[in-house]
């Protein structure tokens, strides 16, 4: 079956330009998670969903960033006012519904260059 | 809050030897654990996980980690190293009642013929 597909692979913008990012999670997977891993680093957490509940944002490093999902389907990632420092691969990975099930599956990833 | 800690950011094996990638882990109580593979320009892909039935996990392509709890530690082997192998490898640990998973830096396996 399909992946977690994310679009667009990759992204060159120019700093103080907004840029807005897509997630579209495993059909049925109920949990979805924002990740960005900087150049020679692990992933930091950004933001969760889980279905119609209100959105854990705890890991959005600035009010620049923001994030929207619709039910369980599309994420879609916003930066504002980008940074050079927003360069990373942004990482997108959603988790079935259920007791036990732990695995978070993964998206390519966006790699997005801030000029 | 929980946290890993790999130990190498490197590692460099031949083609044939055993491989070890350590990774340390810090919680509170008994702790979700798994390993992920990055291959280059390529997804996250799960290789093992650890979640409490046993201590010896078996993975994929060969891989396995044993969970010591007395030393913390969940450490990442194989028997013999492939040149496939070669990928970045993270030790990740779950937190928190929505399952963020909290990564390591990661470690870079090479491997060489």
């Known amino acids: 079956g399909a992946g977690v597909s994310q679009s667009p692979s990759n992204k060159v913008t120019e700093k103080g330009k907004d840029v807005e990012l897509r997630c579209d999670p495993i059909?049925?997977?109920?949990?979805l998670y924002w990740y960005r891993q900087r150049l020679g680093q692990g992933l930091e957490f950004l933001i969760y969903?889980?279905?119609?509940?209100?959105?854990?944002k705890s890991g959005l490093p600035s009010d620049r960033f923001s994030a929207e999902r619709t039910g369980e389907s599309v994420s879609t990632l916003t930066i504002q006012r980008t940074q050079q420092e927003d360069s990373a691969v942004y990482l997108c990975?959603?988790?079935?519904?259920?007791?036990?099930?732990?695995?978070?599956?993964f998206g390519p990833g966006t790699r997005l260059t801030v000029l | 809050a929980q946290s890993v800690t790999q130990l190498d950011s490197h590692v460099s094996v031949s083609e044939g030897t055993p491989v070890l990638l350590r990774c340390n882990y810090s919680s509170s109580y008994s702790p979700s654990l798994f390993w992920y593979v990055q291959h280059p320009n390529k997804g996250l892909q799960l290789l093992l996980k650890?979640?409490?039935?046993?201590?010896l996990v078996k993975g994929i392509n060969g891989f396995e980690a044993e969970f010591k709890k007395s030393e913390t530690s969940f450490h990442l082997t194989k028997p013999s190293a492939h040149m496939s192998d070669a990928a970045e490898y993270f030790c990740?640990?779950?937190?928190?009642?929505?399952?963020?998973?909290?990564f390591g830096t990661g470690t870079r396996l090479l491997v060489s013929p």
């Open positions: 969903f889980q279905g119609n509940s209100a959105p854990d």
């Open positions: 059909s049925g997977h109920t949990a």
């Open positions: 990740v640990v779950i937190e928190g009642g929505f399952q963020k998973l909290v």
């Open positions: 990975a959603s988790r079935p519904p259920g007791l036990g099930t732990d695995t978070q599956y």
């Open positions: 650890y979640t409490s039935a046993a201590t």
